[in-house]
């Protein structure tokens, strides 16, 4: 296989065009500025919470649809092993918006909010909130390093083009345009990237389902053809496996700085709320493509394509099947237009990651605790530095492993496991003190990894009911462990939380002894709209109050 000329010209087309879009933004964001009451870190990280709706809906939205959604739903569909009901993405994402908006909108967008970060710096401190915000900045570098390792695989595919280049040159793109224009050339870019997506899939599918090479998918759907059929079961002794998987994707993401960053955006939580609920239809109509293109390739005769005469699964490149099922069943032109749609999809995700880790360490950790007198011209060039660090540091990791599931895995698992009961008990348990958050943290780290996880060859010490070896000899847990994980460490810091403010309260251990100040936080964690400030009047950010001294 020699270069695909034609993609790449087509592919330098599509970046100049998100290029051109992103400069366009930070234009507009610097007219935007001049116009603004808010501080240049509002305008850089949320928009100057100004951002127009649908742009809103485009922008969460593709967030979601990266390119692990893409070629991840259209992998599960394809393994004979799995099938349609183990290709879980769009579903649960239905439910972490509709959760979103109906239960943590309201609460940080009210209270103006900088990062999900804030309500764990006013209520811990400083201290305790670097700890935890550790787990997110990780999560953020796993999610650029998994995002380019599905663009580096497709584009080999596809271009023929070096897997290393693949990589170098997108993460490049998407690190120029979030530099210059913070979460307006985010949002933008974020819009022609999701069109594009939507019209390059739609277009492909036909073209796959008219295939001579391939059945007719209804047929497949529930008879054993050329493997089995492409939708799947679940069975009695996987159905915890099943549920575990579907909460660590639904419940997972509402611990991503990445989904706070646009419901704080908003010009209101009731435009959080509708744009959560709007971007929940987007994910669905967006997953039926993958699911039909995997749907055609496990309907396919590969001995009848170039392909064969083995399959992609038993050559090992189940992952890939989206990009073979490309190349191999559709024209080259279609190809083409193909690999813009999984280019789009990653950069869309990688750009929200970056801004992500970059509004987390800029504000928590440098704004708040570093330099507290730091200027809005010192806090932008610390932004930049950061998009930066973290765009180099996913895609070093890149060349460590080039498996998305590994990535992915990984990083969801901190967000579920670790971070998830952590915003929960902040923000709806009341009682919530340093005490049980610490305990909370480490318990969970410590039962996660107790557990063990075969992707990355960790032995599990805790074998619980329903685990058995798969057939490398690996111990692989089909009880629900990480939603056991995910709700012991809720209660652990609830319990913790409750029995340590009794402690101080009565006066059974002195206050003296109070290393994370129960009552001093607490005190501060009073919402400024509720008592500073008459109704109407301008709520200043959370990032003012962290730095007030002053009792209203």
């Known amino acids: 296989m020699t270069l695909n000329v034609p993609g790449l010209v087509v592919m330098a087309v599509f970046y100049l065009l998100i290029l051109g879009t992103g400069i366009w933004a930070s234009m507009r964001s610097k007219k935007e500025e001049r116009k603004c009451t808010g501080d240049g870190m509002e305008i850089t990280l949320l928009a100057g919470r100004n951002i127009n709706f649908m742009v809103g809906v485009f922008t969460l939205t593709a967030t979601w649809v990266g390119g692990g959604f893409i070629l991840g739903i259209a992998e599960a569909v394809y393994n004979p092993t799995l099938g349609l009901v183990w290709a879980l993405m769009p579903v649960p994402y239905v439910l972490t918006f509709f959760l979103g908006g109906f239960f943590f909108a309201k609460p940080m967008r009210a209270n103006n909010y900088l990062t999900m970060m804030d309500p764990f710096q006013l209520k811990y401190g400083n201290v305790l909130s670097s700890l935890l915000l550790f787990p997110a900045l990780v999560g953020d570098v796993l999610w650029v390093a998994r995002t380019l390792v599905s663009l580096g695989g497709t584009m080999s595919v596809i271009l023929d083009l070096s897997y290393v280049y693949s990589i170098l040159i997108s993460s490049v793109v998407a690190i120029l345009y979030t530099l210059l224009g913070g979460l307006y050339s985010v949002a933008y870019t974020d819009v022609i990237q999701l069109i594009l997506i939507f019209l390059s899939l739609y277009i492909c599918v036909p073209f796959m389902l008219t295939n001579p090479s391939s ?217 919530s003190n340093g005490y049980g958050a610490m305990t909370g943290f480490i318990y969970g780290i410590m039962l996660r990894f107790m557990s063990g996880e075969p992707l990355v060859s960790l032995k599990p010490v805790i074998h619980f009911p329903g685990g058995r070896y798969d057939a490398k000899g690996n111990f692989v847990q089909y009880f629900p462990y990480r939603s056991f994980i995910m709700v012991t460490s809720v209660l652990t810091i609830m319990g913790v939380s409750y029995f340590t403010s009794l402690l101080f309260s009565k006066g059974v251990v002195p206050e003296r002894f109070d290393l994370f100040k129960i009552k001093e936080h607490a005190k501060a964690l009073v919402r400024p709209n509720e008592k500073c400030y008459k109704e109407g009047e301008k709520v200043p950010s959370v990032s003012k109050q962290l730095l007030e001294t002053t009792n209203c």
């Open 215 to 431: 059945m007719d998918i209804s047929v497949t759907a529930y008879n054993a053809t050329f493997q089995a059929p492409w939708i799947g079961k679940v069975e009695p002794e996987d159905a915890g496996k099943w549920v575990d998987d579907f909460l660590v994707l639904a419940l997972g993401g509402l611990a991503y700085q990445a989904f706070y960053q646009r419901i704080l955006s908003a010009s209101s939580y009731t435009q959080a709320q509708i744009t959560c609920f709007t971007s929940s239809f987007f994910c669905l109509l967006l997953g039926v493509p993958s699911v039909l293109i995997g749907a055609v390739a496990a309907s396919t005769d590969w001995n009848m394509t170039s392909y064969g005469p083995k399959t992609p699964f038993e050559n090992g490149e189940a992952g890939a099947i989206l990009p073979i099922a490309l190349q191999y069943l559709t024209p080259t032109y279609i190809s083409i237009l193909g690999i813009g749609a999984v280019a789009a999809a990653v950069m869309s995700s990688m750009d929200s990651a970056l801004l992500s880790s970059a509004s987390l360490f800029s504000s928590n950790i440098y704004k708040n605790i570093i330099r507290k007198q730091a200027s809005d011209r010192e806090m932008q060039w610390v932004i930049r530095i950061s998009v930066i660090v973290v765009g180099l540091t996913g895609t070093a990791l890149t060349f460590l492993d080039n498996s998305v599931l590994v990535f992915w895995m990984v990083g969801v698992d901190m967000s579920y496991t670790i971070m998830f009961p952590q915003i929960v008990c902040v923000l709806f348990f009341n009682p």
